[in-house]
C-alpha cells in the first residue's frame, strides 16, 4: 500500500444497502477502491467490511478529517462503528515478555526490517534479562517486577506506560503472568496473548513435558484476544504441525517455540493493518 491509501473498516447490524452507499460515497469524493473485503455473519445478523481506497480525482480531500465528513452520512444512518485512517498510519503497541525471548525476538526482527505494519513503543517485562535484546533495538525497556504483594501496582504502571506512549495495543509475547481483573477490563479487544493449543489440556507448567508423556500427534499455537476467562477469548489465528513418536520433549519444545512466534506475528499484523473484527466471542479475519 502507498502513502495516499486509506483503509475504511466497520462493522453494524446487517440491512440492504450498506456497500452501495459506502462505494458511492466514495465515489462522490474521487475515491478510488483498490481492495474490498466483506462479510455478514447470518447468526448474529451483524455486516463487517474492510476497503482500502485511493483518491483519483480533484475531489478527493486533502486530509483525514474530510475523508470522514463524506462518510459520516452513511456511518450515522446505518449506525456504523467504524474507522479510517491513512494505511500508513501504525497502530502503536506495547510488548510484555517474561524470559522467554523467541516471541519477541522475531517480533523486533520483523519490525525493524519494516515487515510487521506496526509500531512498537516498548517493551515491559517482569524479569530484566531480555533488557540488552530490547535496548539493542533501541526500544525503551520497561522492568516491572510482579509479586503477589505488588501485582495490582505493577498492572497500574503497566496502564500508565500504555497510555504514556499512546499504545493502542498490548501484546503478550509469552508473558507469564495472569492479568488482574482492572488491567483486562482496561484494554477490551486490545490486549493479544499466545500460547501453545493443547488447552484446555496439559494446563500449567511443563505442559509438553506432559503432552510428551501422552504421546500427543499434533502441536500448535493460539493468539487470541485476552478477556477476564482466562486463555478463552476471541481467537485471531492457530496453527498446528504433526509430529510423530520420534520427537522428544525438547523437540516439542521447539517446533511449538517456532510455531508460537509465527502465530503471533501473523496474529499482529493482520491487527496492525485492520484485519481483524470482533464478533462477540469470535472474530471475523480479512486474510
Same mark, same amino acid.
Given at each position: +500500500?502507498?502513502?495516499?491509501?486509506?483503509?475504511?473498516? /466497520?462493522?453494524?447490524?446487517? *440491512?440492504?444497502?450498506?456497500? &452501495?452507499?459506502?462505494?458511492?460515497?466514495? &465515489?462522490?469524493?474521487?475515491?478510488?477502491?483498490?481492495?474490498? =473485503?466483506?462479510?455478514?455473519?447470518?447468526?448474529?445478523? *451483524?455486516?463487517?467490511?474492510?476497503?482500502?481506497?485511493?483518491?483519483?480525482?480533484?475531489?478527493? @480531500?486533502?486530509?483525514?478529517?474530510?475523508?470522514?465528513?463524506?462518510?459520516?452520512?452513511?456511518?450515522?444512518?446505518?449506525?456504523?462503528?467504524?474507522? #479510517?485512517?491513512?494505511?500508513?498510519? *501504525?497502530? $502503536? +503497541?506495547?510488548?510484555?515478555?517474561?524470559?522467554?525471548?523467541?516471541?519477541?525476538?522475531?517480533?523486533?526482527?520483523?519490525?525493524?526490517?519494516?515487515?510487521?505494519?506496526?509500531?512498537?513503543?516498548?517493551?515491559?517485562?517482569?524479569?530484566?534479562?531480555?533488557?540488552?535484546?530490547?535496548?539493542?533495538?533501541?526500544?525503551?525497556?520497561?522492568?516491572? @517486577?510482579?509479586?503477589?504483594?505488588?501485582?495490582a501496582e505493577q498492572e497500574a504502571a503497566m496502564l500508565a506506560l500504555m497510555d504514556?506512549?499512546?499504545?493502542?495495543?498490548?501484546? /503478550?509475547? !509469552?508473558?507469564?503472568?495472569?492479568?488482574?481483573?482492572?488491567?483486562?477490563?482496561? /484494554?477490551?479487544?486490545?490486549?493479544?496473548?499466545?500460547?501453545?493449543?493443547?488447552?484446555?489440556?496439559?494446563?500449567?507448567?511443563? @505442559?509438553?513435558?506432559?503432552?510428551?508423556?501422552?504421546?500427543?500427534?499434533?502441536?500448535?499455537?493460539?493468539?487470541?484476544?485476552?478477556?477476564?476467562?482466562?486463555?478463552?477469548?476471541?481467537?485471531?489465528?492457530?496453527? #498446528?504441525? !504433526?509430529?510423530?513418536?520420534? &520427537?522428544?520433549?525438547?523437540?516439542?519444545? $521447539?517446533?511449538?517455540?517456532?510455531?508460537?512466534? =509465527?502465530?503471533?506475528?501473523?496474529? #499482529?499484523?493482520?491487527?496492525?493493518?485492520?484485519?481483524?473484527?470482533?464478533?462477540?466471542? $469470535?472474530?471475523? #479475519?480479512?486474510?
Amino acid at each position: +500500500m502507498s502513502e495516499a491509501d486509506y483503509i475504511l473498516t /466497520l462493522a453494524c447490524q446487517d *440491512r440492504v444497502g450498506i456497500v &452501495a452507499a459506502v462505494s458511492g460515497a466514495l &465515489a462522490g469524493i474521487d475515491g478510488f477502491i483498490l481492495d474490498s =473485503q466483506q462479510y455478514a455473519d447470518l447468526e448474529t445478523g *451483524r455486516f463487517f467490511l474492510r476497503i482500502v481506497f485511493t483518491g483519483q480525482g480533484a475531489r478527493f @480531500p486533502a486530509s483525514v478529517e474530510g475523508v470522514r465528513a463524506a462518510l459520516n452520512e452513511p456511518a450515522v444512518r446505518f449506525g456504523f462503528d467504524w474507522h #479510517v485512517a491513512p494505511a500508513s498510519e *501504525r497502530p $502503536r +503497541m506495547l510488548i510484555a515478555v517474561s524470559k522467554g525471548s523467541h516471541c519477541l525476538n522475531d517480533l523486533l526482527h520483523r519490525w525493524r526490517t519494516n515487515t510487521l505494519p506496526v509500531e512498537i513503543v516498548g517493551v515491559v517485562s517482569n524479569h530484566d534479562s531480555l533488557r540488552p535484546l530490547v535496548e539493542w533495538h533501541g526500544l525503551p525497556w520497561h522492568h516491572l @517486577p510482579v509479586s503477589d504483594a505488588n501485582r495490582a501496582e505493577q498492572e497500574a504502571a503497566m496502564l500508565a506506560l500504555m497510555d504514556e506512549s499512546r499504545a493502542d495495543y498490548l501484546v /503478550l509475547a !509469552r508473558y507469564m503472568q495472569v492479568l488482574g481483573e482492572r488491567l483486562v477490563a482496561a /484494554l477490551p479487544g486490545r490486549c493479544i496473548n499466545i500460547h501453545h493449543s493443547f488447552l484446555p489440556g496439559f494446563k500449567g507448567a511443563q @505442559p509438553y513435558h506432559r503432552a510428551h508423556a501422552r504421546g500427543v500427534k499434533l502441536i500448535g499455537a493460539t493468539a487470541h484476544f485476552v478477556t477476564a476467562d482466562l486463555d478463552e477469548g476471541p481467537i485471531i489465528e492457530q496453527s #498446528v504441525e !504433526r509430529v510423530d513418536h520420534r &520427537a522428544s520433549v525438547d523437540d516439542l519444545i $521447539r517446533i511449538g517455540r517456532d510455531i508460537e512466534a =509465527q502465530v503471533l506475528a501473523r496474529a #499482529v499484523a493482520w491487527v496492525g493493518e485492520r484485519r481483524v473484527f470482533l464478533n462477540d466471542n $469470535r472474530t471475523v #479475519v480479512f486474510r
